[in-house]
Nanobody, 125 residues
Framework: QVQLVESGGGSVQAGGSLRLSCAASGRTFGRNAMGWFRQAPGKEREFVAAISWSGGATSYRDSVKGRFTISRDNAKNTVYLQMNSLKPEDTAVYYC??????????????????WGKGTLVTVSS
């Protein structure tokens, strides 16, 4: 069992930066791929970024490439999402997710193993 708790959300002006953190509990953290998803008001949840259990593989949605960076510290059971050059369209609730399969996070398939409750990011123009 893995429990996920996000933090680091907030309000920022366009062009600013935020770093989200996701603290995981459970012995199997290091064996799970981790990811970030987001859901804007009135829109479906979408994949943002994912990182393999070793950190050796990452994947990003096209609209955040070059601006967002996902990383993990298995010793601290934490995954991060560094968000730079934020845009108003990045406004959303950001969710941390974990799954044994990296591909499951990238595809955003139904049945992803674990989810956090989310943290709100608001970017003003």
């Amino acid at each position: 069992q893995v429990q996920l708790v996000e933090s680091g959300g907030g309000s920022v002006q366009a062009g600013g930066s935020l770093r989200l953190s996701c603290a995981a509990s459970g012995r199997t953290f290091g064996r799970n791929a981790m990811g970030w998803f987001r859901q804007a008001p009135g829109k479906e949840r979408e994949f943002v970024a994912a990182i393999s259990w070793s950190g050796g593989a990452t994947s990003y949605r096209d609209s955040v490439k070059g601006r967002f960076t996902i990383s993990r510290d298995n010793a601290k059971n934490t995954v991060y999402l560094q968000m730079n050059s934020l845009k108003p369209e990045d406004t959303a609730v950001y969710y941390c997710a974990a799954d044994a399969a990296f591909s499951a996070l990238v595809s955003g398939r139904d049945g992803i193993d674990y989810w956090g409750k989310g943290t709100l990011v608001t970017v003003s123009s």
